[in-house]
């Protein structure tokens, strides 16, 4: 059996640096690097790693025509891949190719730090996306992408000063909601991808809540869900979030509760029973959460009905 490889882990920016085969980052909290400047110098760990601070990756290939669903789309400027700290990166068959990114951001948390933008960063769902859920876009979005990159790239390299912090904070929030817009403009794109999903995942949910299925596993949760539909859950719930205004938590609760109601309204089963066939462990939980999700507790709702 295959020895399972330890990532590798990378503290600070210099160490990443290092290990990349590239010079000592200007600033030690956060780093440019321009793949133009170091044509075929970069060097990739042998495994998988780990980094300590944010990373916005510019891949100027990434895979050229993707297919989604039965319709394909053309985005041969590569696109944008996002990393938070701690997450791995790399390693296996995901691994990034060989290529250096065009430009790769590197950002310290503590860059952040007494600015509002280190509790803003922690809302964005794509720094939890997968590799092939990364950020495609236009030739218009990505000159805006890159006249970012290259301020930042041009304040770290000719003048550090009393303001610098300022400029290249108020540039990262401005690529990060240029990013957000970008994503939502994907999740449109794939309009019939996205309703073959919905579609894909009502038949998900009713599998899930049949009798066997939830009395041997449970009540599904966002992980199986995301799994089954090969999708990251952050990924898969910002889509169904831009489809239909409610997350993936929200659409099993739904499906939850109109399965509920159909065995309260056409059965004899008691509440308990009802609570055990939907894969709740405690009748009292889903007794509040149906309280929650209709105002009424489920005797009420079977009473009302009759």
Known sequence: MKK????QNFESLSEAHRAFGLPKPVHPLISLINGANYPGQVIRPGGPHVLHFYKISYKAKLSGRLKYGQDYYDFDE?????AAPNQIVGGGSDSETTDCSQYTLLIHPDFLWNYPL????????????STNEALHWSDKEKATIISIFKIIEEELNSRIDDFSQDVII??????????????KRQF????????????????????????ERSLSHGIPTVQYLSETLNLSPSYLSDMLRSLTGQNAQQHIHNKLI???????????LSVSEVAYELGFEHPQSFSKLFKTKTNLSPLEFRRSFN
């Open 118 to 129: 280190a509790k803003k960063i922690k809302t964005y769902g794509f720094f939890s996306y």
């Open 78 to 82: 590569g696109g944008l891949l996002f």
């Open 188 to 211: 449109i794109t794939r309009k019939a991808v996205s309703n073959n999903l919905l579609q894909k995942l009502e038949e998900i949910l009713d599998r899930s809540f049949d009798n």
């Open 258 to 268: 109109e399965k509920a109601k159909e065995r309260l309204s056409t059965t004899s």
């Open 170 to 183: 108020s540039q990262i929030e401005l690529l990060l909601n240029y990013a957000n817009r970008f994503y």
């Open 4 to 7: 399972e490889e330890s990532p």
